[in-house]
């Protein structure tokens, strides 16, 4: 059974500090891991698309890279428009359907 | 353009009542989806629609849970006898096939007392 599990739960920076949120995964074989982030009262927006161990995505402040065990989304220099909690999920070859870790609430304090 | 739109927003309903819960899919997406996001937990899956059809009903939590398509375009998710427990968002997601990207809706948000 696929899992996935997110650290830290919670993550307090400061405007300007840069830092990394960690996403473990076990999959039979992967099909792609996603990015997602998630503002309160509001649907994930999709952020990023891994496939393959070694590629990295950016866009603007935020840097996704991919491991076979683990992703890392990077945040630089982040802004308080940045707090958001921030979900990984993963496909596998086998179905379509996303499986999600509990996230990442980032908050950038001004 | 538009995403995906679900209906309602915020739903509140007593205990053994049947509640019912709507999803537009952006225009062309075949593949749909629904989850559910639990105070506190990661998104669930529920079910996966290719056109009108239901090849994945594996995270449906009882049969109390049942979901249709129709057209190939809208879909309903009805809960019958609601339970205190089934209380959470609902989410609704589309993709232009299924191993695309899938894209998702602004949630139910579903309070059984």
């Known amino acids: 059974e696929d899992q996935v599990t997110q650290s830290p739960e919670a993550l307090r920076l400061q405007e300007g500090e840069s830092s990394s949120l960690n996403c473990s995964y076990t999959?039979?074989?992967?099909?792609?891991l996603f990015w997602y982030r998630q503002d309160p009262g509001k649907g994930p927006e999709f952020l990023f698309t891994l496939y393959s161990a070694g590629e990295e995505k950016e866009k603007e402040r935020l840097k996704a890279t991919l491991t076979k065990k683990e992703s890392f989304l990077h945040i630089t220099a982040p802004k308080p428009e940045d707090s958001a909690t921030y979900l990984c999920?993963?496909?596998?070859?086998?179905?379509?359907?996303?499986?999600f870790g509990t996230g990442t609430r980032l908050t950038i304090i001004p | 353009g538009a995403g995906v739109s679900q209906s309602p927003s915020n739903k509140v309903t007593e205990k053994g009542k049947d509640v019912e819960l709507r999803c537009d899919p952006i225009s062309g997406h075949t593949a749909l989806y629904w989850y559910r996001q639990s105070l506190g937990q990661g998104l669930e899956f529920l079910i996966y629609?290719?056109?009108?059809?239901?090849?994945?009903k594996s995270g449906l939590p009882s049969d109390r849970f049942s979901a249709e398509r129709t057209g190939g375009s809208v879909s309903t998710l009805t809960i019958q006898r609601t339970q205190q427990e089934d209380s959470a968002v609902y989410l609704c997601a589309s993709s232009s096939g299924g191993w695309e990207t899938q894209y998702f809706g602004p949630g139910t948000r579903l309070l059984v007392l």
């Open positions: 999920a993963v496909q596998d070859t086998g179905n379509e359907k996303l499986t």
């Open positions: 629609f290719q056109g009108n059809s239901a090849p994945d």
């Open positions: 999959v039979s074989g992967l099909r792609g």
